[in-house]
């Protein structure tokens, strides 16, 4: 199945003045692009071009880092763009994914401290994630392209904490937008989406 860029789910000012337009035409346009083209490209040669995307980055983990590294990205990011909207953030989550957070995170005032000190202390370029392991909420950080998926779990939220994902607004204060994601941009309708699918 060849990879293809998903247009936005929202116009390109809509994030504003969390993330701005020029971050958002560089990230998907540029960065994410990239990953698609390496990944059709690294897929093919490696005959997995026919494989759903899960299970190319899945099986392509520790034994093709180039295919891994843009198949990754790739998932990572199609999943990004719908992980944020325009008015979203905030405390008020859906019922089954609130009660979740309570039961298994201690809570949403718990879940945003640790979910921002996951990305604040992932050092170097990577992600952090609320994901769902063994029937329960976890939150995890990992290095460069990997994500849950190559850890036994499933992510339903991640934030991208490479330096192009903040460095034009936020200069070198992640944490200032990872404050920004969580209490101003996360779409929990996609979250909720992927948990109950996960659960």
Do not use: C
Request: cysteine-free; overall charge negative; charged content about 25%.
């Amino acid at each position: 199945m060849a990879f293809e860029l998903p247009d936005l789910p929202y116009d390109y000012e809509a994030l504003q003045p969390f993330m701005s337009k020029e971050t958002l035409e560089y990230h998907h346009d540029k960065h994410h692009k990239a990953y698609v083209d390496n990944g059709n490209k690294l897929a093919a040669e490696a005959g997995m071009d026919g494989l759903s995307l899960e299970e190319v980055v899945k099986q392509s983990f520790g034994k093709n880092a180039g295919l891994f590294n843009n198949a990754a990205q790739h998932y990572n990011h199609v999943h990004f763009w719908k992980w944020m909207k325009k008015g979203g953030g905030g405390k008020s989550l859906p019922g089954a994914l609130a009660k979740a957070v309570d039961s298994d995170l201690g809570g949403y005032d718990k879940f945003r401290a640790d979910f921002i000190n996951a990305g604040a202390t992932q050092f170097g370029s990577g992600w952090a994630w609320l994901a769902v392991k063994n029937g329960k909420l976890e939150i995890m950080k990992t290095p460069n392209g990997e994500n849950p998926l190559v850890h036994g779990a499933t992510p339903i939220l991640g934030v991208d904490v490479w330096e192009h994902s903040y460095y034009i607004d936020y200069r070198n204060a992640r944490p200032k937008y990872l404050e920004a994601f969580v209490d101003s941009l996360i779409n929990w309708d996609y979250v909720l989406e992927m948990y109950e699918k996960a659960a």
